[in-house]
Structure formats: C-alpha cells, structure tokens
C-alpha cells in the first residue's frame, strides 16, 4: 500500500455538496413546503383536593399530576424517578388507590382527592407508616422514600379491603399482610438502597404482624 494514500473528501464531492447545497437554496418560496405558525398549548382549568386543600390552576393539557404537584403545587416530596411509571418514586394515592403520578396527566383528575407525602404528616405529627421507616431504618438515601411510604399505606388499605394479590395462595379467604404478600403488592417501587427487608419490617408493624 502506498505510504501517501490520504482519506478524506475529494474535489469531486466537494464539488458535488456544493452544488447540492445551491439547489436548495435556490428553490423558489412557493415550491418549498409551507411554515405552519406554531401552535399555542391547549390550557385547561384543573380543580382538585391535594392533601385536604382546594387546588385550581390553569394547566397545559399534556402537564402530568407529577409535574403539577411539584412544578405548580411546590409539593417536591413526590419525587420524578425514571418518569416511565418503572420505580414507583413518584408514587401518590388517588381516592385512595395508589398511582404513579409520572403516567396520568393532571386534567384526568378533576375533582378527585390526592394524597402525597406532605399529606400523610409531619415531622410534629407523622403518619404511623412513617414512623415505622424511621424506627426499622427503612430507607438510606431517601429518594424513593415518599413513594414508599405512600405505596405501602395504600397496600395496607388494600389488604384490608380484601383486594387478592398475584402471591395469594387462596383467593375465597381474605388476604394477610404476610411477608411475601407485602413484597408482591410493593414490587411496583424500587429501592436501589436495598432497605427491602426493612421496609417489609415497618409495612407489618403498621399491619399488626411480623413480616
């Protein structure tokens, strides 16, 4: 092989780009597609009850519950994880079923009742469930903390309504907070800490039993 062998662009296609380029340009204004304006969000009136409290807003449309809550709402103890419904951080309780509010927009909501984590208690008064986490350490980083903690009061309420699980052994009796019922119905949020144990340990003192 020649020791001068050069790569690179040619004459000849430099030749060619250039005389592509001038074509194009030289395309009369009434051959070239037309520039649509652009179009305005559509904005609708969102009403809803967060954390017993009366919200209206105007929102874009397509704004998920997620983004209201923190963007518009300032409730940024619901966190945005992987924002395609895979780890359950954002996870919040609707009427009293557990969602993941990355995956549902804020006008599907009008007039329902939505709880997070702000909503469950305080740091003078907390929730049961929370202080089970801080008691059995069920958490490290605490990122998905809050939609642990409200994932797992919604698994409980769901126990005790009867609602079966996929880890059910017999679905004619009513279902029990057990160890593995308690990993089945949380398998949904994802704790890349690994305080899976210790979350399970909270869920059954809250439940009453031992994990």
């Known amino acids: ?58 929102l874009d449309s397509r ?35 557990r969602i993941n509010s990355c995956l549902s927009l804020a006008v599907q909501h009008q007039g329902d009742k939505v709880t997070t984590i702000e909503g469950l208690g305080s740091p003078d008064n907390l929730h049961a469930m929370q202080a089970a986490f801080i008691k059995h350490d069920g958490y490290q980083c605490g990122y998905c903390t809050p939609g642990q903690i409200c994932s797992a009061v919604a698994v409980l309420d769901e126990i005790r309504a009867g609602i079966p699980s996929h880890a ?10 057990s160890n593995m019922e308690l990993r089945e119905r949380m398998s949904g949020n994802i704790c890349r800490c690994g305080a899976y144990s210790n979350i399970a340990d909270a869920m059954a003192e809250v439940a009453g039993g031992t994990a």
Request: charged share 20%; hydrophobic share 35%.
């Open 63 to 97: 704004t998920t519950l997620l983004d209201t809550l923190r963007e518009h709402l300032k409730l940024t103890g619901t966190k945005k994880g992987c924002d395609h419904g895979q780890c359950g951080a954002c996870t919040v309780i609707v009427n009293g079923k």
């Open 168 to 177: 059910q052994e017999d679905i004619t009796k009513a279902p029990k907070p």
């Open 1 to 58: 092989m020649a020791d001068n062998l050069k790569f690179g662009p040619t004459r000849r296609t430099v030749i060619a780009a250039g005389a592509v380029s001038a074509a194009a340009t030289s395309i009369p204004a009434y051959a070239r597609p037309p520039q649509l304006p652009a179009k305005a969000p559509t904005v609708m009136p969102v009403s809803m009850e967060v954390n017993g409290k009366t919200q209206r807003m105007e």
